[in-house]
């Protein structure tokens, strides 16, 4: 049964400072990979997706993938008070509306002003 | 845009009765439903997988007896807790998705149970 663990559980950030996330799954036929992002009172909203090995760039987030060490990460760039929040790796082994997304612990991201 | 909208957003009821929890989708076509619990700690728990036209499926732990799910259409599902008690209370997620999309969530109906 898949597996998926983030950490750190949780991390403090300065206004401006780089946030990184990281995540890791256990099974290796994985092929579709999400972070989502929940603030308090609010159901997730998914931030980005990745789904080959290397990294993907959306504005101020970086999303890196390496499916070999069963790795994939979320680097803030220039962190936010509004980026506090928990954030979520969700996995899945295929992209179909059947697939099942398994979602680890999440990483609370607390950004310091 | 997509978005999902769940009814009620809160509900309080008491040991041993049951609700039920709406999830509507607007603005694509929830081929397939999921529906979470999520504790306060905030671990996500899987409780079912619903697809139109195939059969739900339920997670270890979770039995449509406890938590049965309806799934009618591409844009409405509901589940009622049935016979709630204490270790129930949570957050109830239902997370929709089409064909190669995200999920897209609803802000959830946080269930009291007293």
């Known amino acids: 049964q898949q597996k998926v663990q983030q950490s750190p559980e949780s991390l403090i950030v300065p206004e401006g400072g780089m946030a990184s996330l990281n995540c890791t799954f256990s099974?290796?036929?994985?092929?579709y990979f999400w972070w989502y992002r929940q603030h308090s009172g609010e159901g997730p909203k998914a931030l980005m997706?990745?789904?080959?090995?290397g990294d993907k760039k959306e504005g101020r987030f970086t999303a890196h993938l390496n499916k070999a060490s069963l790795h994939v990460s979320l680097h803030i760039k220039d962190s936010q008070p509004s980026d506090s929040a928990l954030y979520f790796c969700?996995?899945?082994?295929?992209?179909?509306?059947?697939?099942?997304?398994?979602f680890g612990k999440g990483t609370k991201l607390s950004v310091k002003s | 845009g997509a978005l999902v909208y769940q009814y009620p957003r809160r509900t309080i009821c008491k040991s041993g009765t049951s609700m039920r929890m709406e999830c509507q989708a607007v603005?694509?076509?929830?081929?397939?439903v999921a529906w979470y619990r999520q504790s306060p700690q905030k671990t996500f728990e899987l409780i079912a997988l619903?697809?139109?036209?195939?059969?739900?499926?339920?997670e270890q732990n979770f039995t449509q007896e406890k938590f049965p799910i309806s799934h009618p259409n591409l844009s409405f599902s509901s589940m009622t807790v049935l016979n709630a008690y204490l270790e129930d209370r949570g957050l109830y997620l239902c997370?929709?998705?089409?064909?190669?999309?995200?999920?897209?969530f609803g802000p959830g109906t946080r269930l009291t149970v007293l």
């Open positions: 969700a996995v899945s082994k295929s992209g179909g509306s059947n697939a099942k997304l398994t």
């Open positions: 099974d290796r036929n994985s092929q």
């Open positions: 997706s990745i789904f080959s090995n």
């Open positions: 603005g694509f076509q929830a081929t397939s």
């Open positions: 619903s697809t139109v036209n195939s059969a739900i499926k339920y």
């Open positions: 997370g929709a998705r089409d064909w190669g999309s995200e999920q897209y």
